[in-house]
C-alpha cells in the first residue's frame, strides 16, 4: 500500500529519463542510509523499480533493489543472493555486487563464500576497496569467534581492516557519503542551534518557526516537527503537540521514541481517544514484537474499550513472550472474567498464585478467585479455602476477611462468620460493611440485642447506610416487634435511597404491623413500582401481602 502511494507521487517517465530517476534513487537510498528513515526507503524502491522497468539490465540496480527490499523485509536472503548474482551476471567486473553478495552470503552464514565474494570484490574495486577490506577482516574475525581459533586467519582479519581503514581517503564513495552526511549535520546543528537561541530568550513563536523551516530546508521532518511537539507540550498545548508528532511519523513510521511520545501525550490529555493510543502502542509492538509489557499495556487498553477479545488476546501474547510474569495471568484471568470463560479464569488466577511475585498482591488474588467460586460457581468449600489462603498471604486483607465472613454464612456457619467479622473489626475498627454484616449475623444467630448494638455501630460511621438502616429496621420490626422504631429506621433508609424497593416494602410491613392498611397499602405499591426498576424482590410477594390486606377472611 505505501509503496502504490508512492507511487503514484512520482510522474510516469519516459526512457529519456532514466539517469533522472537512478539519481533520485541514489539520493533517496543516501538519505535512508544517513537517517534510516524509512520514507526514504520506500522512494528509493519505487525509483529503482520504475528503473528496472524502463531498462532491465542495469547491474547496480539489482543489488541495491536486493538491499533495500531485505532491510524492509519483503525478500529473503535466497532471493537477495539471486539479485546480486543477477548483477554479476551483467557486470562480471562489478566490485559492488561482489561486495552486496559478500554480505548477505555472510548474513546467511556462508562464510567461507562470503570471503571469496569480497576478495574478488577488492581485486576490481583496487584502490577504492576501504569497504570492501573493512567488511573482508570483520569477517575473517566474527568467523573465528564461532570455530577454532586460527592466528594466521586473525592477523590476516586484522590486515584487511586495518588496510581498509587507511585506504578510506581513496574511496571516492565513502568520502561523499560522509561530506554528505557532514553537511546534513552541520545544517542541522545551525537550525538547532538558532532555534535554542530563541526559545531562550521566551520568544516561542519564533522557535516553531525556525523548526518548521529547518524541517522544509533539511527534510529532517521526524526530528524537527518532533522538536516542536516537545515545545508544545512544554507550553501545555496537548492538541498542537499531537498534531506535529502524528507530522513526524508520516516521515518517520519507525522511530518509536515518536510513538511513545503520542502514546503518553494521548493518555494524559486525550484519554478516550482509545483508537488512535491502540494504535501508538500496536505500531511500537510491531517494532518492539519481543515487549511483553507492551501487549500488557495494550491489554488494558482493550478492557477499556470494552474490547474483551482483542484485550484477551493481547494479554495471551505477553505470557507467550514472558510465560511467568504473574501480572500478566491476573490480567488475562480478568479479561476471562468479563467474558465469562470462568473456568479459564480459574486456570490463569491459579497460575499467578503459584507464581506468587508479591505475597499482598497474591492475596487480592486469591481472594479474586475466591469470589469465583463464591458467587459465581457456588462451590463455598472452595471459596473458603481461596479466602483462607488470602488470609494467610496477608494477614492484614479486611475484605478477605469480609468475604470469608459472608462465605460461612451462606453455608450457615454462623459462628466462623462473627470470628471472621470480629477479627477485621480488630484490624480496623472503622469500617461500616464490618457491623452491618455482623448485625445480620448475630440477628441469624437470634441475637437480638447484639445485633442491634451493631448495627447502630454502623449507623454512627455512615449515617447514609441505607442497608444498615433497613437491616437494623428488619430486627426492630421482627426481632423486638417494635414497628414503631422500624418505620424510622425505614424512613431514613428511604431517605438515603429513594430507589429501594426492599426498603419501601419493609415500610409497608410495619404500617401493616400496627393495622394502618392505607400506609402499608401505599409503601407496597411503591415497592411493587420500584421493584420494576431495580428488580431487588420477588414482586409477587409483595403483591400478595398488597391483596392480603384487603381480602375478605
Not at 473456568?343 to 506468587?356: D, F, V
Not at 472452595?382 to 486483607?397: C, E, G, K, M, R
Amino acid at each position: 500500500m505505501l509503496k502504490e502511494t508512492l507511487k503514484s507521487k512520482i510522474p510516469v517517465f519516459s526512457g529519456a529519463d532514466i539517469n533522472h530517476i537512478l539519481d533520485l534513487a541514489q539520493k533517496s537510498h543516501e538519505n535512508y542510509l544517513i537517517r534510516s528513515n524509512r520514507n526514504d526507503l520506500d522512494k528509493a524502491l519505487v525509483y529503482y523499480l520504475e528503473a528496472m522497468k524502463i531498462n532491465p539490465s542495469i547491474p547496480h540496480v539489482y543489488y541495491k533493489l536486493a538491499s533495500l527490499l531485505w532491510e524492509k523485509g519483503d525478500i529473503d536472503l535466497t532471493s537477495a543472493i539471486q539479485k546480486c548474482k543477477k548483477a554479476i551476471e551483467l557486470d562480471p567486473k562489478s566490485a559492488n555486487a561482489r561486495l552486496y553478495l559478500g554480505y548477505f552470503l555472510k548474513a546467511s552464514g556462508n562464510y567461507k563464500e562470503a570471503e571469496k565474494a569480497f576478495k574478488t570484490s577488492i581485486k576490481l574495486a583496487g584502490f577504492r576497496s576501504s569497504k570492501q577490506r573493512i567488511t573482508l577482516g570483520l569477517t575473517i574475525i566474527q568467523r573465528l569467534q564461532q570455530s577454532d581459533f586460527n592466528l594466521i586467519d586473525f592477523v590476516r582479519g586484522i590486515h584487511y581492516f586495518i588496510t581498509g581503514v587507511l585506504m578510506t581517503s581513496y574511496d571516492y564513495d565513502v568520502i561523499r557519503m560522509f561530506y554528505k552526511s557532514s553537511a546534513e549535520d552541520f545544517s542541522i546543528f545551525k537550525y538547532r542551534f538558532k532555534a535554542g537561541f530563541h526559545k531562550k530568550t521566551g520568544n516561542f513563536t519564533k522557535t516553531i518557526a525556525t523548526y518548521e523551516k529547518a524541517a522544509l530546508r533539511t527534510g529532517r521532518k521526524d526530528l524537527f516537527y518532533s522538536k516542536i511537539g516537545d515545545l508544545l507540550v512544554e507550553l501545555q498545548n496537548p492538541q498542537k503537540a499531537a498534531d506535529f508528532y502524528r507530522k513526524a511519523l508520516l516521515t518517520a513510521g519507525d522511530d518509536i521514541v515518536l510513538w511513545a511520545k503520542l502514546a503518553e501525550l494521548l493518555q494524559n490529555f486525550d484519554k478516550n481517544n482509545y483508537e488512535e493510543i491502540i494504535d501508538c502502542f500496536k505500531q511500537i509492538a510491531r517494532l518492539e514484537p519481543l515487549n511483553s509489557n507492551l501487549f500488557y499495556e495494550l491489554g488494558h487498553l482493550y478492557l477499556r474499550k470494552e474490547d474483551k477479545f482483542s484485550a484477551v488476546n493481547a494479554f495471551k501474547r505477553a505470557i507467550e513472550i514472558e510465560p511467568d510474569n504473574a501480572f500478566y495471568h491476573n490480567s488475562l484471568a480478568y479479561a476471562l472474567v468479563q467474558l465469562q470463560d470462568y473456568e479459564g479464569a480459574i486456570s490463569e488466577y491459579q497460575r499467578a498464585i503459584r507464581l506468587n511475585p508479591d505475597n499482598e498482591w497474591t492475596s487480592i488474588v486469591s481472594q479474586a478467585l475466591g469470589a469465583i467460586y463464591h458467587q459465581v460457581k457456588d462451590n463455598m468449600d472452595a471459596a473458603i479455602v481461596a479466602y483462607q489462603t488470602a488470609i494467610v498471604l496477608d494477614p492484614n486483607n479486611i475484605d478477605a476477611f469480609i468475604a470469608l465472613g459472608e462465605s460461612y454464612q451462606d453455608r450457615n456457619d454462623l459462628d466462623n462468620s462473627v470470628d471472621c467479622y470480629c477479627t477485621a473489626i480488630k484490624l480496623d475498627p472503622n469500617i461500616p460493611k464490618l457491623y452491618c454484616n455482623l448485625g445480620l449475623v448475630l440477628w441469624e444467630k437470634g441475637c437480638i440485642e447484639e445485633s442491634i448494638i451493631a448495627y447502630h455501630k454502623a449507623i454512627s460511621l455512615n449515617p447514609k447506610y441505607e442497608i444498615a438502616f433497613n437491616n437494623l429496621g428488619v430486627v426492630y420490626l421482627d426481632g423486638s416487634n417494635s414497628p414503631e422504631e422500624a418505620i424510622i429506621m425505614f424512613t431514613q433508609a428511604i431517605k438515603n435511597n429513594p430507589n429501594y424497593a426492599l426498603a419501601h416494602y419493609n415500610k409497608g410491613r410495619s404500617y401493616q404491623a400496627l393495622k394502618n392498611k392505607a400506609g402499608a397499602a401505599k409503601y407496597y405499591q411503591m415497592a411493587i413500582d420500584i421493584n420494576k426498576l431495580t428488580d431487588e424482590i420477588d414482586e409477587t410477594e409483595i403483591e400478595d401481602r398488597l391483596y392480603s390486606l384487603f381480602s375478605v377472611s
